[in-house]
């Protein structure tokens, strides 16, 4: 019963991984989700995040098993 | 209808031809609208030497495809084709390359250009520039997209 | 800066290519535009075979050049190629590529637009299609341009 | 002392010939031209013309040795 994280670009150079996981509690949303993993770690500015390869919201409701990503916003193209 | 992330260099006009000839019908496409990005060796005016596009595999390919079925129920498209370079990239290599297929022109520039421009600001893709003084992330903003309230 | 009339087919996409690489600085461009219009088996729901497409040998050039330059005026443009068929025209060929190379994608994007349409209702080019009943001339309109008065 | 005409598409399949030249005269303007090269035609509806290769109205003058091309709406790219 886990939530996997996964950390992209400056983030994850910054936490020196590719990811996390954290154990699911009912009722967890993403913002939940950050602070488990990263209890010293304030949320940054422009700090994008997607579940299950969906974006979404701080606020959002996690699932059991879920998929979370945090990431700076993009610049591609 | 193809989208790609490759991660070797490609010839984005070898590819718009080689999927053209393999998959469009003879005869019923008469606009085609592309659009190439090209790594170039300077931006804000100062020199860069090469980048690192690094991307989310599966959500990068399936947020690109969600863009472009956007795209096929706003105007009248008959293909379309998206192949987006990453990993480490060179001057001059192509970085992205759109073609859509339309009969009309106006379908096939207008969705050409709506899905580069919410490709270019949702897709998620990450730029680490190699510049004299060494790497660094270039910084986007989330435009007000799904950006975090806090 | 290239245009020109081709009395016969070509792979847009090799031209666009082969320009590129032999005239473009590498680095310099990030974006390149391109439209390419192709020959349908259709017009306005009815089957066509072919065409013939009449052109003003001397004012066609000069036309086309004139609605390069000014796009040159209004967005920050690299380089331009244009070729357009003229002749004997079969289902499936190009009859126009119109490429436009910048530094950055909106000025690549909005040019490439402005010289299709400016193209399309200035530049002296007749259609005579071959449908099921014979051949007939496109009948097209002046859209107020240098229209006559009378 | 001469103006060489241009005719494109279907007037040029109308009147059966690609050109016509007519005498010069002081004053002469685009209409001028037409009517005396083609007294018999109206001007048709749709009619653009040019002088030496650029755009121009039907009322405007023309000069000696000038080329002068009469064509229907045009339908490229």
Known sequence: MSITIKYFAVLRE?????GDSVPFEP?????DVWKRALPDQGLPENLMMAVNMEYTRKDAKVQDGDEVA???????? | MKIEIREQPFDPYREIARYQHETLPAGQYGATASFVGTMRDYNDGQPVHGMTLEYYPGMTEKNIDQICVQASTRWSL????????AGQISINDAIVVI??????????LDACKFILEDLKSKAPFWKKEIRDEGEAWVEGNTSGYAKSEE
Chains 1, 4 share one sequence.
């Open chain 1, 70 to 77: 945090f990431f700076p916003a993009v610049t591609g193209g």
């Open chain 1, 27 to 31: 009722g967890m949303t993403v913002l």
């Open chain 2, 99 to 108: 073609a859509v297929w339309a009969a009309h022109r106006g379908d096939a």
């Open chain 1, 14 to 18: 910054r936490f020196g991984r590719a």
């Open chain 2, 78 to 85: 008959i293909d379309y084709l998206v192949i987006h370079r």
